[in-house]
């Protein structure tokens, strides 16, 4: 697997906490299934792990320190929730590297845009280091991410990606530049909440209930067209309603990071990947989730936490 080219990514923010699993998806999943998954993904070559600190209640990174890292990639985060303080980066790095149980990490995000000129020249001395192999930037808007890339520039270290929230029906940053920046300047663009969380999923499979499904409850029903038309286009491929929202993201050239915590999500993820969609195809379910028109958190749902 190429790290500058995944054709997909593991997310793991639900794993870790049984009970934090079962607020927010309806269920959890034991250790055992969670390995396998890794298995899963290690023998379909989908070799990046998405964390963060506070993933699974704080306990994702300790748990996938404990399974092992020798083999795979971790793409870790630094939050900036407070106003800068130097060597709070180090600090923080240190922690996942406790939790990961090795010397680096292969990809490191500053998860808000946050006193980016301060947190990335901390960042880039961490890089020099060789405890960051790659820099990525995340929930950035197209002049944050110019900011951050000049920032980068400057200190010769190239920029690796934007990992911003993106699916069939939100394709804000697309319609807001970021998308076509990304591919223009050769970074990477990685898809966060492909599946809405469980929003774009079959709604004829019955799962527990749950946080994010109370949320949602609602617009499934507004979203019935758009089901449809994801029903009509899988068909053709022979794949699944929420592999439809997948291929659509991997077909726009867009790293779609999934949330899986089951063998059979890690296989159908790699593939959807794989499929590859018509152009006819990726119009008609643009113009479809156009017209269901539903309201989401949106692109900027992070924007709050953005401490000015
Ligand atoms: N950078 C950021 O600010 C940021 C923010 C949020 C998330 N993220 C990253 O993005 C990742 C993905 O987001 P997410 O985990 O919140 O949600 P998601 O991937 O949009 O959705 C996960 C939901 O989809 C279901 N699912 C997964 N594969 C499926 C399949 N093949 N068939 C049917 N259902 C399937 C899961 O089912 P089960 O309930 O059965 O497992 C779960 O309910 C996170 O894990 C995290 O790594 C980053």
């Not at 527990?208 to 029903?221: A, E, P, T, Y």
Request: glycine letters at 8%; one cysteine or more.
């Amino acid at each position: 697997m190429d790290i500058k080219e995944p054709k997909a990514v593991i997310g793991a923010n639900s794993w870790g906490s049984a009970a934090y699993g079962k607020l927010l998806r309806g269920s959890s999943v034991d250790d055992e299934t969670l390995k396998k998954s890794i298995d899963t993904a290690k023998e379909k070559d989908l070799l990046i792990f998405d964390l963060a600190q506070d993933y699974g209640l704080g306990k994702a990174q300790k748990m996938i320190g404990e399974f092992g890292t020798e083999d795979i990639y971790i793409s870790a985060k630094f939050t900036p929730m407070k106003k800068y303080v130097p060597g709070q980066v180090r600090r923080s790095l240190e922690r996942d590297l406790s939790e990961f149980r090795r010397g680096y990490v292969d990809i490191y995000w500053l998860h808000l845009p946050v006193d980016i000129e301060e947190n990335l020249a901390e960042i880039g001395v961490l890089y020099r280091e060789g405890k960051i192999r790659n820099i990525g930037i995340s929930n950035f808007t197209l002049p944050e991410c110019k900011r951050a890339k000049a920032v980068l520039d400057n200190a010769g270290i190239p920029l690796y990606g934007v990992q911003n929230h993106y699916s069939l029906i939100n394709r804000e940053w697309e319609k807001q530049g970021v998308v076509g920046w990304c591919r223009e300047n050769g970074i990477s663009f990685w898809a966060w909440a492909v599946l809405e969380e469980g929003m774009l999923t079959d709604p004829r499979v019955k799962t527990k209930g749950s946080l994010m499904k109370l949320v949602f409850s609602g617009k499934k029903k507004k979203l019935r067209p758009l089901y449809a038309a994801m029903n009509r286009v899988g068909k053709r491929h022979d794949i699944t309603i929420p592999q439809v929202a997948e291929a659509f993201v991997a077909n726009k050239g867009i790293v779609p990071i999934c949330g899986c915590r089951k063998p059979y999500q890690v296989e159908q993820l790699y593939e959807a990947v794989n499929v590859k969609l018509t152009a006819r195809e990726m119009k008609f379910l643009e113009t479809v989730a156009d017209k269901v028109n539903v309201s989401i958190l949106g692109a900027d749902m992070f924007r709050f936490a953005v401490r000015k």
